[in-house]
């Protein structure tokens, strides 16, 4: 019976151990989540959502306070369009992040970051060519472009020094998403170094409709995987979303995936930056308590815990200080339901909001609980403990786990 051990990702001569954690914003997947999995010869991903907000809980730093102070003026002015980032900052902020967790790297893995193009921030050219200039500027291995089509992010640091050295991926969930991107960077001739195929059970925004449940990641891996070997394209591919034990991944592993890329499981882990109360939520989740809802601003659908505070919450959009989501034109959808809603209730001090939530907001404060389709399943990892709570794990026991488990076995700490 064979384990993930008995594979091998590829990247030119180095060899990995085909575990990939992927990216969580905002700062779940933390530095020490992703230093763990690089140490133990796997890939692990930081992200780069909200990186000034990030690198202010991490560094001491007052990015977040300068600019809100800055448009103080505007806190109760409906038109956002003003509220904008101040790109010099943006890149202090992001070679911190990425530097600092850079140098603390040891063990033969890579460390990359997680990109979304959904965070516009009121300016999506600029910022995100900026983003992905200064992570590789401060010597990230790879980055994973996620949350979008990416369709010119190549294009953005096609002058930078390291464009063709350091790794560069894209998150799909269609061939046509992946055809399209090909298509539209051809010709940069610069292929991406690996493609993850991510599936409707993952975690984060849902690269599919509400319809969700009719696909079947195993399907859209069979039809990349075919696609690349007619096209004689050699890029790994990485499988994602749903992938719960070492046995589901070795059923990958053996039909043309090159690794795969797993988060749920190590939301519950000491490293990951979810609130110790929240790992908790996340162990005693029963399979009701998961949802798909259009809550998120950016328009995909998202999976999440139905007792997130984030749902409904209708609190007043906080833009001067985050506005990650700005559109270019500083809108989100959440302004437009909360303007909506207030106009509706005049006299009312507090408005509660269904429709949308104030993503920045929520994520920043880890009160937007979202999850992969199995997190009902985690309270199987883990062990009971007197005080009712469940006991958390270590990010090297669940890493290990992925890497050795046969027969869908699941070990419990010691
Ligand atoms: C708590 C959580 C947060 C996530 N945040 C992001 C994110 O910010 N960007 C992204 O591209 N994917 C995000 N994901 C998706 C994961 O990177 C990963 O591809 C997916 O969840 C894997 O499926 P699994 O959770 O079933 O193992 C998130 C997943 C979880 C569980």
Redesign the pocket.
């Given at each position: 019976m064979k384990c993930v051990d008995d594979f091998r990702l590829k990247f030119g001569n180095t060899e990995l151990v085909p575990i990939v954690i992927?990216?969580?914003?905002v700062d779940?997947s933390s530095a020490e989540l992703a230093l763990e999995a690089a140490r133990l010869g796997g890939i692990g991903?930081i992200?780069d959502?909200m990186v000034p907000t990030v690198s202010d809980r991490r560094f001491n730093t007052d990015f977040v306070k300068e600019k809100a102070k800055l448009y103080k003026y505007n806190v109760a002015n409906t038109d956002k369009s003003t509220v904008i980032f101040d790109l010099g900052r943006l890149a202090e902020a992001t070679h911190m992040h990425v530097g600092q967790t850079m140098e603390a790297k040891r063990g033969d893995g890579l460390i990359f970051i997680?990109c979304?193009e959904k965070l516009s921030m009121n300016a999506p050219r600029d910022t995100l060519r900026v983003r992905l200039s200064a992570a590789l500027d401060a010597g990230i291995d790879g980055i994973t472009l996620?949350?979008g089509l990416h369709l010119g992010s190549f294009a953005l640091i096609e002058d930078h020094p390291r464009f063709r050295d350091a790794k560069l991926g894209i998150?799909v969930s269609s061939l046509r998403a992946l055809q399209l991107f090909l298509r539209k960077n051809a010709r940069l001739d610069r292929l991406p170094d690996y493609i993850?195929v991510?599936g409707p059970?993952?975690?984060?925004?849902l690269g599919f409709g509400l319809d969700w449940a009719k696909y079947d990641l195993h399907v859209i891996v069979a039809e990349i995987v075919q696609y690349l070997r007619a096209e004689h394209l050699d890029i790994p591919l990485i499988a994602?979303?749903?992938?719960?034990t070492g046995s589901d991944a070795v059923s990958f592993l053996e039909s043309g995936a090159a690794a795969v890329?797993?988060?749920?499981?190590f939301?519950v882990t000491r490293e990951a930056g979810l609130p110790d109360k929240v790992k908790q939520e996340y162990f005693r989740a029963s399979e009701q308590d998961i949802e798909v809802n259009n809550i998120s601003p950016t328009g995909y659908p998202m999976r999440m815990l139905r007792s997130s505070p984030a749902i409904g919450a209708g609190i007043r959009p906080n833009c001067e200080a985050y506005g990650y989501l700005l559109d270019g034109n500083g809108n989100c959808a959440y302004i437009t339901a909360y303007n909506r809603e207030v106009a509706l209730h005049p006299n009312e001090k507090k408005v509660s909001v269904m429709d949308k939530t104030c993503l920045c907001t929520h994520m920043r404060n880890f009160d937007c609980w979202?999850?992969?389709?199995?997190a009902y399943r985690l309270k199987d990892t883990s062990r009971l403990l007197d005080d009712g709570s469940y006991g958390l794990l270590s990010a090297e026991h669940v890493f290990r786990d992925y890497q050795f488990s046969t027969d869908n076995r699941i070990a419990l700490p010691v």
């Open positions: 992927g990216g969580m914003g779940i991903h992200s959502a997680n979304m996620s949350a998150i993850v991510e059970l993952a975690g984060g925004h994602a979303g749903g992938i719960f890329q797993v988060a749920t499981r939301t979202t999850c992969g389709h199995y």
